[in-house]
């Protein structure tokens, strides 16, 4: 072998966020990698739905809101993110344990790797989405500029939650099928397919408490609508938000040095 | 490391399910590690050997930081590197290029540097650039070896944890592996190896770790740790001494087997039994060492052969170890003997409970005649013929 160069070692911050970029392009890749149409197939199945739902409900219940497309649009592309997040990510510890292995890698990156992965799914299919609004709203208001803050707040609640979870399903491997049946209910429990107003009064209350039903609603609201949610609303939503993330991070950190047992 | 231990749970349920429904037995916590000091030096080279189970990959695991110690203290200094799980993280689809930027990345370069050092990690693997872009599905097991461990070498870890994979490839890339380790530790980096191949530790290794049920057995320079460690496989009993009724014996001594007898049904003394017969095998003991647990075991071959046709054990039998008492005896029962009748030996033995110290073992010295119509095959179940 030839003599090495010395070369400065990383800080562990750098490496870290390297390592992360690094490991979600590899996933990014191997998703999509033997596909011919490649990244195509990351936004088809929402488009897919988002296509079918809206002329479903369009026909069979006709007194949608003129913008139902877009709503649906947004919903539909929000909670596939959240729920393919929070799915994969609990999955992330059992199925990666290889990466667990590494001496080199800290515990975290493993669901982080597994949310953003997901996130680019997101991002992906986000000029559809965008395209979708500006002809079904007849354009997109100055607003919108807030839509981003809000990808950010939910990237941190997958997160939050994916990373307890994850925690669980190293316990117990009934974990991850929970989850999955928590968040098959869940698409219906959240004004995905409809917003609030098409709720009968008294059921609406029940959409307080979920905090996937106010992001949804605040990206309509900034990308559709053009208007910005209350000061109040958005502070709650903000923390609520990063206190999942705080949560579940510190219950991952604590549990994960042990991780390597159960697996 | 100070007074490390880790504890394993035994028996935990694992799932909803076993919780719910499970047996209600209670998970018992099971020592793989106690009471390990072990420091390691830059530039040192620790050999660590033992019996599998012995805790080798626990101690690596847990020098590592992969897992946390159950109690006492780890700390590092150092960068870790480790080939503990070779291929993380390989993808089948991807080029074997690409899986091996990955490896490097994870073993702790940055990816520029490490698509840097491509070229000097299909060099070291011995990969030309066409194969490199080969899919990784396409590679046989010892290529992926080979390449996984290139690109671990490519980095420079100051502390490199190689579990049990030196013995990678052909001997030629065995050689440039050991090379490259004898080079790393010029530079400073110290190495914890775990090998059952002893010759690479008299080589490589500085100091050497004997673990032995979860804790440092004996520890020291490699020549004397490793030959002690070789005698107690195979001539740390000392040489064969012959016994006064016929046959011979090795071991200690610690657990002495004073008489062997066979018997029928009736618990009567026998030197054959007919084919499908049931047949007892007594070890009478005697006990000249302080320990509390012991494993007998009891062989029967064809006399002229070395094949063991029945080798059971008080431990693989899942009857466990046998608590000792000054004097005792252990009776091994068989419900049926179904052997080709012929004559076989009886061998007997005891040994520590972890089985590395034969305590007592006999062999040529007793034999017992299977009697019955003359057949062939070694085992003669119960059976009959039908046609229709």
Redesign the interface.
């Known amino acids: 072998m030839r003599p090495r160069e010395a070369e400065p070692r990383l800080a562990f911050e750098r490496r870290t966020a390297l390592l992360v970029g690094h490991l979600t392009a590899r996933e990014f890749r191997i998703r999509y990698h033997s596909a011919i149409l490649g990244w195509v197939w990351a936004i088809a199945p929402t488009m897919a739905r988002v296509l079918v739902l809206g002329v479903l409900f369009s026909s069979l219940l006709p007194n949608q809101s003129e913008v139902y497309v877009a709503e649906l649009a947004v919903g539909l592309l929000g909670w596939s993110w959240f729920s393919s997040g929070v799915s994969n990510a609990t999955r992330s510890a059992v199925d990666r344990r290889d990466l667990l292995a590494q001496p080199g890698v800290p515990r975290q990156v493993v669901p982080v790797v597994s949310v953003l992965t997901d996130a680019f799914d997101y991002l992906a299919a986000l000029p559809l989405l965008l395209v979708i609004v500006y002809i079904d709203a007849g354009g997109v208001s100055v607003e919108a500029l807030l839509f981003p803050f809000f990808l950010a707040l939910q990237g941190a609640l997958v997160l939050g939650v994916g990373m307890a979870a994850s925690v669980a399903d190293v316990r117990f491997r009934d974990a991850r099928l929970a989850v999955d049946l928590v968040l098959a209910l869940g698409f219906y429990a959240t004004p995905v397919f409809y917003t609030r107003e098409a709720l009968p009064a008294d059921l609406r209350y029940l959409l307080d408490w979920n905090p996937m039903a106010h992001l949804l609603e605040a990206q309509r609201d900034v990308l559709i609508y053009g208007t910005v949610p209350s000061a109040i609303s958005l502070g709650l939503l903000t923390v609520v938000c990063l206190a999942v993330l705080t949560a579940g991070w510190h219950l991952h950190r604590r549990k994960a040095a042990t991780f390597l047992d159960w697996l | 490391m100070e007074g490390v231990g880790k504890r394993?749970r035994r028996g935990a349920r694992?799932?909803?399910?076993a919780?719910f429904f499970g047996r209600t037995q209670a998970a018992q916590w099971v020592d793989v590690l106690h009471d390990v000091d072990l420091t390691v030096h830059p530039g040192d080279v620790v050999g660590v050997i033992g019996r599998n189970g012995g805790g080798k990959s626990t101690l690596l695991?847990v020098a590592?930081?992969?897992?946390?110690a159950s109690a006492g203290q780890v700390r590092r200094h150092a960068?870790?590197?480790?080939l503990?799980?070779l291929?993380?993280?390989a993808?089948a689809?991807?080029s074997a290029a690409?899986n091996a930027v990955?490896a490097a990345?994870?073993?702790?370069l940055?990816?520029r540097?490490a698509r840097a050092r491509l070229g000097?990690i299909a060099?070291?693997a011995e990969l030309d650039d066409a194969t490199m872009r080969e899919p990784f599905r396409t590679f046989s097991d010892g290529m992926r070896l080979r390449l996984a461990f290139a690109a671990a070498?490519?980095t420079?870890p100051e502390l490199l944890?190689v579990d049990e994979v030196l013995a990678v490839g052909d001997f030629a890339f065995q050689e440039k592996c050991l090379a490259?380790i004898e080079?790393l530790t010029r530079q400073g980096c110290s190495v914890l190896v775990a090998s059952h191949v002893l010759d690479h530790l008299r080589r490589l290794a500085t100091r050497v770790v004997w673990i032995r049920s979860g804790t440092i057995y004996h520890v020291g320079d490699p020549g004397k740790v490793l030959d002690t460690y070789e005698r107690s496989m195979d001539e740390y009993p000392g040489a064969p001494q012959s016994l006064s009724g016929g046959g011979f014996r090795k071991g200690d001594g610690g657990v002495r087997l004073t008489q062997v007898t066979c018997l029928d049904r009736n618990g009567v003394e026998v030197s054959s039994v007919a084919r499908g017969d049931a047949v007892s095998v007594r070890l009478e003991y005697e006990r000249h060492n302080a320990e509390g647990h012991a494993n007998f075991g009891v062989a029967l071959r064809r006399v002229g052969s070395d094949l063991a046709i029945i080798d059971l054990t008080t431990e693989g039998s899942g009857a466990g170890w046998t608590t000792l008492a000054d004097r005792g005896a252990v009776t091994l029962t068989l419900d049926r003997l179904d052997l080709e009748p012929d004559a076989y030996w009886v061998d007997t033995g005891s040994y520590s409970t972890d089985w590395v110290v034969p305590f007592d073992y006999h062999w040529d010295a007793l034999q017992l005649q299977v009697l019955g119509r003359p057949a062939s095959g070694p085992v003669q179940p119960p059976h009959r013929w039908s046609s229709s």
Not at chain 2, 14 to 17: F, K, Y
Not at chain 2, 79 to 82: A, F, L, M, P
Not at chain 2, 105 to 108: I, R
Request: aromatic share 4%; charged share 20%; glycine share 8%.
């Open positions: 394993y694992s799932s909803l399910r919780r695991r590592a930081g992969l897992t946390e960068t870790v590197s480790g503990l799980a291929n993380a993280s993808s689809e991807l690409d990955t990345v994870l073993a702790g940055s990816p540097q000097q060099e070291f070498a490519v420079e944890l490259h080079n």
